[in-house]
């Protein structure tokens, strides 16, 4: 296992256009986050997973954005309608429960660019 | 949004100086974690810090989790060109298992 792993590295769109990423987590990770970042901010969570269950959303996670992870695995994120705002850095961070921050690990993020 | 402040915004020194950068809350945080990101990578955590006071160290790094819960500091001794890239502190507010960034201290090391 060689960690968190996203895809894509990087997405280029038009405006309007929907797209949608992946987030492989570390294979016997639980939780699962996701995290938007623009240029000179720190990471924002968006929302996360226990397994399958979504337990929390961030109010930056407007109706455009959507979450999933069916089988408790892998998960996507996917944005609909995409504006120009929505250019950031999507990082993806997964987490074994009962060890939870300390052992928080990031993937490489997917960088989103609407054009 | 953001509820931490974090400073400096950047620096740059010479290879061989001390670094210093803290971060501030109007919060009382119960967890406090100082991550490394280069460029085009995710985060990295660096120290992570659980009680009030405690200090801990990482190699050439120090962290100090303050007693007030409101503030931690994060030192780098005798910098290096790899130290470059931006710092990020994150707490975790009581009751809440999402920790909050701050907006990154850019660190520049100059040979």
């Known amino acids: 296992d060689t960690g968190v792993s996203q895809d894509p590295r990087h997405k280029i769109t038009k405006r309007g256009q929907n797209v949608t990423f992946r987030c492989d987590p570390i294979?016997?990770?639980?939780?699962l986050y996701w995290y938007r970042q623009t240029l000179g901010q720190g990471p924002e969570f968006l929302t996360y997973?226990?397994?399958?269950?979504?337990?929390?959303k961030s109010r930056l996670l407007s109706d455009r954005f959507s979450a999933e992870r069916p089988k408790g695995s892998f998960s996507t994120l996917e944005i609909q309608r995409t504006e120009q705002g929505d250019s950031a850095m999507y990082l993806c961070?997964?987490?074994?429960?009962?060890?939870?921050?300390?052992?928080?690990?990031f993937g490489q993020g997917t960088r989103l660019t609407v054009v | 949004g953001q509820q931490l402040n974090q400073s400096p915004q950047s620096m740059f020194i010479q290879e061989g100086e001390d670094v210093s950068m803290n971060c501030t809350s109007s919060?009382?945080?119960?967890?406090w974690l100082w991550y490394k990101q280069d460029p085009g990578e995710g985060p990295v955590l660096l120290i992570a810090l659980y009680k009030a006071g405690e200090l801990t160290s990482n190699g050439r790094l120090t962290a100090q989790f303050g007693i007030t819960r409101k503030d931690s500091f994060l030192n780098i001794s005798a910098s290096i060109p790899s130290d470059v890239g931006i710092y990020f502190c994150a707490g975790q507010l009581v009751g809440s298992y999402i920790p909050t960034f701050g907006r990154g201290t850019s660190l520049i090391v100059h040979p």
């Open positions: 997973f226990q397994n399958e269950a979504q337990l929390e």
């Open positions: 919060s009382i945080f119960n967890t």
């Open positions: 294979s016997e990770h639980n939780r």
């Open positions: 961070a997964s987490s074994f429960r009962d060890r939870a921050l300390r052992d928080t690990f």
